[in-house]
């Protein structure tokens, strides 16, 4: 990766207005509500760029991470990565579609996995909850699993049709008994889930990990046995963020946040790391 170093402004997840034009920049005029995601720049010229997978880039950028991000009044965005945000959508709600919400919304249309089939949603935080209603509104049978039973309630009610409760149930009998999932989205990094998961898959089934439990030992057997696959996917560019904006806003999905004023940026950091988040920490400038 190019750039990073210190110091450097953290934040991804951006919405704000054009306040200035590099020069040679073409499409983007003073006043237009501009967005940057994860994906912060792409060369256009390797070998994913001309795949199209410019958020895979070779020499990619990442905003916050290895360029300055959006925790400031101002932020410099690469009109390459920059996405194209309408007027009347709430700031702070959409924000987050910008990554969490393109990364659940760009994976599972990317796993070819017809409507109709059994897809379960492992974790209920702030991918989990998007992805649940996005696998609703995909028309998949939602199951959704998470620790204790008192979130079913509100799972079913994101849109799962079933709950798991892995304080009380094995998951992999659990997902058995309700006749195996097609796919299983792992949204909460936990390597002794993967298994356990795996196990619960059918024939040809698909585990995708959209976030990293870091290194996992994998029952090689089983994955052979039952044709079993693993996938990740990273994100999305500026195309995919305006599909997954589109796509938000038309089915009526609710990304849930807390708002934090930028002066008390420091306190949603923290609260973030402490998991008290629900589900989304979004900075303001009021």
């Known amino acids: 990766m190019l750039g990073g170093g210190f110091p450097i402004v953290p934040g991804h997840e951006i919405i704000g207005r054009v ?12 006043g237009d509500r501009i967005g940057g995601g994860w994906h912060g720049a792409h060369d256009g010229t390797c070998k994913s760029c001309k795949k199209g997978l410019f958020q895979m880039c070779s020499n ?7 360029r300055s991000g959006g925790y400031a ?4 965005l690469r009109a390459e990565a920059a996405v194209r945000v309408p007027d009347h959508i709430d700031a702070a709600k959409y924000a987050p579609i910008l990554c969490a919400g393109v990364t659940v919304f760009n994976s599972m249309r990317h796993m070819n996995v017809p409507p109709g089939e059994t897809v379960a949603i492992q974790g209920l935080g702030g991918l989990g909850h998007l992805a649940i209603q996005c696998a609703n509104r995909f028309g998949y049978r939602v199951v959704a699993i998470s620790r204790d039973s008192k979130k079913e309630k509100f799972a079913r009610a994101l849109g799962a049709h079933e709950y798991i409760d ?12 309700l006749g195996k999932a097609s796919m299983i989205v792992l949204t909460a990094p936990n390597a002794d889930v993967v298994n356990p998961l795996l196990n619960g898959l059918e024939a ?24 079993l696959s693993i996938h990740a996917w990273p994100s999305g560019h500026a195309t995919d963020s305006e599909e997954a904006i589109a796509f938000t806003e038309l089915q009526n999905i609710n990304c849930m946040v807390e708002t934090f004023p930028l002066a008390r940026a420091n306190d949603a950091f923290e609260a973030m790391l402490k998991g008290t988040v629900r589900f989304r920490a979004v900075i303001t400038m009021e």
Do not use: F, H, Q
């Open 60 to 66: 990619k950028l990442i905003n916050g991470e290895t």
């Open 166 to 177: 892995t304080s009380k149930e094995d998951v992999s009998k659990a997902l058995r008994r």
């Open 19 to 30: 306040a200035a034009v590099g020069d040679g920049v073409s499409g983007w005029g003073l």
């Open 204 to 227: 040809r089934g698909k585990l995708l990990m959209l976030s990293g439990p870091g290194e996992v030992t994998i029952n090689s057997s089983l994955m052979v046995v039952s044709g």
């Open 73 to 76: 009044e101002y932020c410099t």
